[in-house]
């Protein structure tokens, strides 16, 4: 079908905003006319020109726009933000036919957008592509449903399941490559916050920034329930906005934020409640066995990137047991298999 092609593109187009636009969504844009595209957008950075504005803004012959379809891989937005309601902009420009991917679940706009389109007389067809639209924007649909950030599990483990030998009395072990350590420098690009454990941050005293990819570093969170981690961590540079959840605040530090916790309850629900007050989108989990299976047994996760290292320990800490019925599909990676799971296949 003519409009998939289309919606396909703006698929394409909108990826390119990926480490950029948060908390916004990524959206493209694309407009046809006679059978040719004469324009494409995409949303650049947050607080930028949405897909819809730069599409037209691409168009040579403005004149052209009066007879021509646009494609857009979200609802245009009918509220002021940062920006004027792209709706608006659709009908001055008097584009006669709008074919949109999947409607936009923030309350501001939340299907206003397409009405505010048809009560101006303009044909809309909705829920083109509509999962893979959806698909895209997945962690802009979580934070804004279920009212909480989207979660990402990553580990690296051994091929008989372990994660390293500290309790052994070992050395710690590198199961990632230089290669597959790049790509979880991506990962962290593309969330607005990564977690780790005391013990992690102890034993690996972690930087838990981006240095091997292009993007912002995300915000930093440790667990230290009663303070125990000292200032010459990496974690405590200053270098990166850091929370420090903990029973109890102590000394100012820089770019150092402690969030109150009451560890006699559960702790998952309490942080993703406090990174949902801060506007922070998103969640990598690269913490250890214990943190990463509390998320697990609390059912708060949403993906989860287990990589396979090609040794055996044979002893040591055991990694976090997946249900297999939930992978997705393994990725191949520089000589190293990635498994990758999905809490609800199809579902936020």
Known sequence: MEDEKYMRRCLQLARNGLCNVAPNPMVGAVIVCDGKIIGEGYHVRCGQA?????????????????????????????HYGKTPPCADLIVEKGIPRIVVGCVDPFAKVAGRGIQKLKEAGREVVAGVLEDECSDLIRR??????????????????SADGFMDL????????????????????????????ILV????????????????WYGPSPVRVVIDRENRLPD?????????????????????????????????RPLVPQLLEALYARHLQSLLVEGG??????FLDA???????????????QAGVQAPRMDEKKICGIEQHFGRSIRHYKASKGEF
């Open 140 to 157: 802009f649909i979580t934070f804004h449903t279920l009212r909480r950030p989207y979660v990402t599990l990553k580990w690296a483990q």
């Open 289 to 294: 066995a214990f943190t990463l299976q509390s």
């Open 232 to 264: 010459s961590l990496h974690l405590f540079d200053g270098r990166v906005p850091t929370l420090v959840v903990a029973e109890k605040a102590r000394a100012v530090r820089p770019n150092v934020e402690h969030v109150p916790a009451d560890f006699n």
């Open 166 to 193: 500290q309790r052994t009395g070992g050395m710690p072990v590198r199961l990632s490559s230089d290669l597959t350590q790049m790509l979880v420098h991506k990962k962290r690009a593309e969330h607005s916050a």
């Open 299 to 313: 059912g708060l996760w949403d993906e989860a990137f287990v990589e396979e290292a090609p040794l055996c320990l």
């Open 50 to 78: 949405h897909a819809e504005v730069n599409a037209i803004r691409s168009v040579k012959d403005p004149s052209l726009l009066t007879r021509s379809t646009l494609y857009v891989s979200l609802e245009p937005c009918a």
């Open 197 to 212: 454990g005391t013990r992690t941050a102890l034993l690996d005293n972690p930087g838990l920034t981006v240095r091997h």
